[in-house]
């Protein structure tokens, strides 16, 4: 998907969204979201390749899969809390968009705490007895 | 292309239908004042020409393909086939032509209730229910003026905009 | 891609001549018809949003492997 397109596509949303907040506000962001929307979705298969190669790679170095699997989880997760927080700050409800990050947040660490958890192991196997 | 001429149809479609419906708003206070005109030709039929009742409302209904003379004629055409009251013939008449007029409820019960005097009591009493009828239509005319031009424009726009919405909405 | 660029279009159109609907019946009277018009057009959008975070969603459980 060509960088000009997208760039051209949110200039028209833009203007579009102008127009309608004026009458309705509440068409504007529903607009505004379907487009943004739209325009990650068409940036998924990029995602995608870049994601798959980093899998490759990962599997000829030779990587535990569970810790690769993890990580692409978080990162995931914090794409989707980025979206969520930006979407719901658009409309102004500031205090729903932390929420949104704080709950990213909270479910990172939870997916992270195994991999502390072997890291530490790991340490402590290292220090003389 | 093909969608873009059917998105055309359907927005021409949505405005006519709105044009119709402000042409009916435009119609009411012309078809209220030619009502009274016709009541009050009825009326001096009764008086002056001594006429009996079915053959004066067949004169009146002569002029072809107004909804309003057809009235008249219908009502005169039930009365000479039927032998029922005239409150009924009248009645049923109403009933049968309402639909192509641009009138409503409100004419309806001032010439339902005229149908109860009418070939039910004598001269002089028929031409001043007569009378009574012409003038309570003539205070509804106003109030058909009124509303068709407040609402005659809504209507032109609303049949365009709402054609408009399901085109897009069938993108 | 162009499906849904065209449907980003129905939408913006679709609220444009909702809000138009809504100032031709507030002018006539009719503000409470206005009103239903305006939340009907509402949640035809928001079932057109709705369906597409779903798809978005399903995608990207995809890419990151099954959340």
């Not at chain 2, 109403?94 to 001269?123: C, F, H, P, Q, Y």
Request: no cysteine.
């Amino acid at each position: 998907m060509d960088i000009l397109q997208i760039v051209a596509l949110g200039f028209m949303v833009t203007i579009l969204s102008l127009v309608l907040k004026e009458q309705k506000p509440l068409f504007a962001f529903l607009l505004t979201t379907f487009a943004g929307l739209v325009i990650f979705l068409m940036l998924l298969d990029h995602i995608r390749f870049v994601v798959r190669t980093l899998e490759n790679l990962a599997d000829q170095t030779g990587v535990n899969t569970a810790y690769l699997k993890i990580i692409l989880k978080i990162i995931g997760i914090a794409y989707i809390a980025e979206l969520g927080a930006q979407t719901v700050r658009d409309a102004g409800q500031e205090a729903m968009a932390a929420k949104i990050e704080l709950a990213g947040k909270m479910l990172i660490i939870v997916m992270a705490v195994p991999i502390i958890a072997v890291i530490v192991e790991t340490v402590l196997n290292l220090l003389p007895a | 292309m093909l969608k873009l001429a059917g998105a055309l149809l359907l927005v021409g479609a949505g405005t006519m239908l709105g044009w119709m419906h402000a042409g009916r708003l435009a119609d009411r206070p012309a078809q209220i004042r030619r009502l009274v005109r016709m009541l009050g030709q009825l009326e001096t039929e009764i008086a002056y020409g001594y006429t009996p009742l079915p053959e004066a409302l067949a004169r009146i209904g002569r002029q072809p393909g107004d909804p309003l003379a057809d009235l008249f004629h219908e009502a005169a055409d039930r009365l000479a086939k039927e032998e029922a009251a005239v409150t009924e013939t009248w009645r049923l008449a109403l009933e049968s032509v309402w639909g192509r007029t641009a009138l409503k409820n409100g004419e309806k019960e001032i010439m339902l209730t005229l149908g109860n005097t009418l070939g039910a009591s004598d001269r002089e009493d028929q031409i001043r229910h007569l009378r009574l009828a012409a003038k309570q239509l003539e205070t509804l005319e106003p109030e058909a003026a009124e509303e068709q031009r407040k609402y005659e424009k809504m209507w032109k726009s609303l049949g365009l905009l709402g054609g408009a919405l399901v085109a897009v909405i069938l993108y | 891609m162009n499906v849904d660029v065209n449907a980003i279009f129905q939408i913006a159109g679709i609220g444009i001549i909702i809000a138009m609907i809504h100032t031709v019946l507030k002018q006539m009277g009719k503000e409470d018809m206005a009103h239903w018009v305006t939340l009907i057009g509402f949640v035809v959008v928001l079932f057109m949003v709705v369906r597409l975070l779903d798809r978005l969603f399903e995608q990207i459980k995809s890419i990151f492997l099954f959340q």
